[in-house]
């Protein structure tokens, strides 16, 4: 063996030590260095990727000479105890919540402090219109491709997470950009966990990891169980890098910890066209291992119907039966939860229909144990949007609201159902 090919196996061996399994199996961790005041960063041009080969000698001896990941500063812990006395909901819903008009407004009038919400999982949707993520910035490169579950054509559970969406890439050089300074310059997180899997579990996943623009650290996740690596530096950080130098991953989402207590945790995760019948094909299992604190939600709402009124060949019976299985699913993933379903405001062109599907939602969230609001009647009933229209409080396309008629709307849901927890 050469000089060079025997420094290039001691090389790799150190780099494969940079990742360590926790306590839980399903856990690894790498430690890294970032800096203290780490710089705005803007979203590179796509066609001018992330340096991105199979890691190459000279690479690898570089993130060798540095210290390694494993021995910079201690493990950070979290006592889930204390967020017991704090209100967690969990969102699941289409375009009229995924722009966070409507959940801003329905915080402010349950007078929770926005400032000290914070998410405990992000969806990876970043590359989706129409999504304000709790994020300050999110660059997604182009080799990344996004599943929906609500797209699924199966019947039967799929490993989605909770998010209903990923995103996977085996392109060398796919990178992921997250800044956690939001919604304050100076949010910070102790903690975050990439919840990952690979199609081919023995299969080799190299990834390059940076916060805060410190070094690089090269991480082998090679033949394992790690279904989540936690990325955790010396303090806490602001900014994540990620980029795929060898492999093939999917990414289910983010789940961050913070250094701040927060007051409230608000997990949306609506999506523009989503339908209800996403949760359908949940595996419910699969969602225990997503917490990082294991705390779950009081309240879990599912806000639909919209997308599903604009279905030329709608059937109430064939809804009816795919919100009945995602109603389930939710309900045994979460079986402390209040349960809120939110029906879909009233839109000129299936006025209708949107009040079939209200009163499917009344009469299933009966049947379920769960309150339904009904959006539609809130709103005034069946051609309710033509006078919203004239008070500027619905958009001329006579489908979505403006961001006065989603803080109404909020507003009337505040008042007709407790958002808190049984």
């Known amino acids: 063996?050469?000089?060079?090919?025997?420094?290039?196996?001691?090389?790799w061996t150190a780099l494969c030590l940079s990742v360590s399994a926790l306590a839980a199996p399903d856990i690894a961790?790498?430690?890294?260095?970032?800096?203290?005041?780490?710089?705005?960063?803007?979203?590179p041009n796509q066609r001018t990727r992330a340096t991105a080969q199979t890691p190459r000698t000279g690479e690898m001896a570089?993130?060798?000479?540095?210290?390694?990941?494993?021995?910079?500063?201690?493990?950070?812990?979290?006592?889930?105890?204390?967020?017991?006395n704090i209100l967690k909901i969990g969102l699941w819903g289409d375009s009229?919540?995924?722009?966070g008009t409507f959940t801003d407004s329905l915080l402010e009038a349950l007078r929770l402090p926005?400032?000290?919400?914070?998410?405990?999982?992000?969806?990876?949707?970043?590359?989706l219109k129409g999504i304000r993520h709790p994020l300050r910035r999110a660059c997604l490169s182009e080799d990344w491709q996004l599943a929906l579950a609500y797209r699924s054509p199966t019947e039967g559970p799929e490993t989605y997470a909770k998010s209903l969406a990923n995103i996977r890439t085996e392109a060398a050089g796919g990178f992921m950009w997250l800044d956690f300074r939001y919604p304050e310059a100076q949010t910070r997180v102790k903690w975050a966990d990439i919840h990952f899997s690979k199609d081919q579990a023995d299969r080799s996943l190299v990834l390059g990891i940076t916060v805060d623009d410190g070094p690089e650290a090269i991480v082998n996740l090679g033949p394992s169980t790690s279904r989540r690596l936690r990325v955790q530096s010396e303090q806490t950080f602001a900014t994540l890098r990620l980029r795929l130098i060898a492999g093939q991953i999917r990414i289910d989402g983010i789940a961050p910890v913070y250094a701040g207590k927060p007051q409230i945790i608000m997990d949306v995760f609506s999506i523009p066209g989503a339908t209800a019948k996403g949760w359908r094909v949940v595996n419910t299992a699969h969602l225990r291992q997503q917490d990082p604190l294991g705390v779950g939600y009081d309240v879990v709402i599912l806000q639909s119907g919209t997308n599903e009124s604009l279905d030329p060949d709608f059937k109430i019976g064939l809804y009816e039966s795919?919100?009945?299985?995602?109603?389930?699913?939710?309900?045994?993933?979460?079986?402390?939860?209040r349960c809120v379903l939110i029906g879909p405001p009233d839109a000129k062109r299936s006025s209708n229909t949107l009040r079939l599907i209200n009163d499917s939602q009344y009469r299933l969230a009966s049947a379920k144990g769960c309150t339904h609001w009904h959006w539609q009647k809130a709103m005034g009933g069946p051609g309710s949007a033509q006078r919203w229209l004239t008070k500027d409080w619905m958009q001329a396309d006579l489908l979505h609201l403006t961001p006065e008629g989603y803080t109404q709307s909020a507003r009337n849901l505040a008042s007709m159902v407790p958002i808190k927890p049984r």
Do not use: W
């Open 1 to 11: 063996m050469t000089r060079v090919l025997i420094r290039f196996a001691v090389t």
């Open 29 to 43: 961790l790498v430690q890294v260095i970032g800096q203290r005041d780490p710089a705005e960063f803007n979203c």
């Open 62 to 84: 570089e993130a060798a000479e540095a210290p390694s990941p494993l021995t910079q500063g201690p493990t950070f812990r979290v006592d889930a105890s204390t967020h017991k």
């Open 96 to 99: 009229h919540t995924a722009s």
């Open 114 to 127: 926005r400032a000290q919400t914070y998410p405990s999982f992000i969806a990876p949707t970043f590359n």
């Open 322 to 337: 795919q919100l009945s299985a995602s109603i389930t699913r939710l309900k045994t993933a979460y079986p402390q939860a």
